[in-house]
């Protein structure tokens, strides 16, 4: 099983009332949320931990899990409220008002974390559940407890106007990294990462240095290149379709690389340093194919494996 641990939350999307006026229609949605329901959807056997209210959003959140295949037992259920994501888009880029004070996502304690069964083989990290006390803590601290235990992988997926204390959340994210064995990171990622650093490969390496055996850089429609620590890189071209909005682009990214290196064998660390170079493309161009149905789609709706064509 694959374990995704961090956000799920409602993303109030752009819409028309039948009058024409602007709107806001509720989706289900969260980084981390969304990677889990393309895990599920491409019949990997996925659970996910995170903060569900007793709310009437939370049940819509419980809903869409169960319908996509997704194991919630090991959501922490409260009555505080559920987060709400207000996206505003312009030419297909997503820009976010968040509203998550005093969450059930945000509020979990490390008191309150699950325990984690053996059948738990890959724990995902990500999103903005790492960047605000007291969940981001209690997530880092599993992060570290299960490092060389079970693989982790981790998507920063970062939100600058998210993060209430820089410092500390560069902290978080360094020490997430050293506990890795496989990071996700878009060229905006590295960018906030190491401003220091004057390139994308030179910020890349970096992050290698500091830890995981694999980074997976993403460009958007400039495709993606997985590095490693004495190898070549490998580089996968964006699939070319009509992109109408980029929400969950990233999260489907890492639910396709995911499966197709679980299907591979690959979701070690030993083997991620290891694959060859047809394996690491046959991942890449698999997570391309179905983040290309997501971003021609409204919102963060993955595809389903029946859905997908070679």
């Known amino acids: 099983m694959i374990l995704c641990c961090g956000e799920a939350l409602i993303d109030m999307l752009p819409a028309r009332t039948t009058a024409g006026a602007d709107a806001f229609a509720p989706h289900c949605g969260g980084a981390v949320f969304n990677t889990s329901i393309a895990l599920g959807r491409l019949e990997i056997e996925t659970g996910l931990l995170t903060g569900l209210s007793q709310d009437f959003w939370g049940e819509m959140l419980r809903d869409a899990l169960n319908q996509s295949n997704v194991d919630p037992e090991f959501s922490v259920v409260s009555n505080r ?10 030419d297909g880029q997503a820009s976010y008002s968040f509203h998550d004070e005093n969450s059930a996502g945000r509020g979990i304690t490390p008191q309150e974390l699950p325990d984690i069964p053996d059948r738990v083989q890959t724990l995902f990290f ?3 559940s790492l960047c605000n006390p007291p969940f981001c ?3 880092v601290a599993l992060a570290e407890r299960e490092a060389g235990r079970r693989t982790i992988m981790v998507d920063p997926n970062i939100r600058p106007g998210f993060v209430s204390d820089a410092v500390a959340y560069r902290d978080r994210l360094t020490r997430l990294i ?36 694999l980074v997976l850089l993403t460009r958007g429609s400039a495709g993606a290149t997985a590095l490693r620590t004495g190898a070549e890189p490998v580089s996968a071209e964006a699939r070319k379709v009509t992109v109408l909005d980029t929400v969950g682009a990233g999260d489907t990214f890492n639910a396709g690389f995911m499966a197709k290196a679980q299907e591979l064998g690959l979701l070690t660390r030993q083997k991620l340093q290891t694959a060859s170079k047809t394996d690491l493309l046959s991942c890449l161009s698999f997570a391309a194919q179905v983040a290309a149905v997501t971003v021609s789609r409204a919102g963060a709706n993955p595809p389903w494996a029946k859905d997908l064509t070679n």
């Open 178 to 213: 050293a506990a890795a064995d496989l990071i996700k990171v878009s060229d905006e990622d590295l960018a906030w990462l190491r401003p220091d650093l004057p390139d994308d490969l030179s910020r890349a390496d970096a992050l290698l240095q500091a830890g995981p055996a």
């Open 81 to 90: 409220p559920t987060t709400l994501a207000f996206v505003q888009l312009k």
């Open 126 to 128: 990500g999103g903005i």
């Open 137 to 139: 803590d209690s997530l």
